[in-house]
């Protein structure tokens, strides 16, 4: 967790730069031949009338600082300053001296204003609206990988939604974005429910050089409701927001879906179980769980500590509710793939001074059949299997 913050603030510290952006990768601003082979070129520029100055007047090979963005939620600016907030509209005739609104394309919540500085280097810049680099062209609002390695940190690559384009020449091509946080860097870390491909929206702003860009990303937005389409393996997700206009692991993450007896969120990479007959959604885990510590009480055994992990209200959730409406939707998104398998066995949490489990529990839910929980006796050197009906934690009926 310390790491995680860590790197995160390394990325976007409260004044961030595109020199920051940079330090981690291998690319440098000097025509080095990696760099000259990905000569950004932007294009379709989006002053032609001329209602900024013309770009690449000042002598930029003495631009070394970087652009920083300072920003505050559209909410703080409102309070600030209420009789003026209405006329700072996102603007490209502003002369960047006063704050701009950007619209959060995640969550209007998320607006922010913002101020680029150094203005006078800025305004040195025109807007287009596309820019390439080794022959691919990204246009504005796609969401891109940016070059940003951490190892172990999935996906590797730091994603970001562009906002503007800006460009003095071909080696001062600049982005504006909005990073998603990967899992690893908020506050609390990846937690049990974050899937794989999960990202998180924010509305924190950067300023970075468009050769940091790594390719296309593509981030479907996962509502958690009735009919959605399943979820690709490989493609990212984000259903959670991080408000965070300053950068750095303070902020606020919006509220997530939960289910089950234990009121926990699903993690897609895992399996729901539904019951018909009371419509709610179970844990593949929670129900094996419960098989677990049925099977060990009918047999006169002491049930493991590590199995006693059912009550409702346990283990309160590490995200901050911030009093956005949960999705009403019946039925949320079901098993991916048709022969899900989840395990839980009761070794993973034995210490050394509890004898050997002798249950295990496996739920199964072939395609078009009925679930069932398959449960492991491995008492006496034998591994004996018995196949069990799934029984509904809420209602207790069978899950046909
Ligand atoms: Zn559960
Ligand atoms: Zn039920």
Redesign the pocket.
Known sequence: MVSSSASKQRRTPRHSSVTDARRDGSLSKEPTPAASSKSPAAGNSEDKNGDQPSAGQLDWTKFKRGFTVKNWSARDEAAAAPKNSKKRRRSSLSTGREPLLEENPFDRNLDTYYKVEPVKWWNDTKRYRKFTIANETFRLGETVFVQGHDPGVEPANWVAKVLEVRAANELNVFLRVYWFNRPEDLPMGRQPHHGHNEVIATNTMQIIDALTVNGKATVKHWKETDGEEILDEDTLFWRQTFDCPAGGPVGTLSEIRT??????PYNPDSTLVYCVNCEKW??A??VANDVLVKTYEEHNMVVPSSLKR?DVGNDALPVAAKGTATPKSKTPKKTKGKNSTPKVTDNDAAEEEEPEQAFSAEIRIDKGETPKVLVTDARNGKKEVTEKPVHC?FCKNVVA
């Not at 289910?259 to 926990?264: A, Q, R």
Request: glycine share 0%; hydrophobic share 25%.
């Open positions: 289910h089950c007896i234990d009121n926990k179970l844990h885990e929670c059912n934690l």
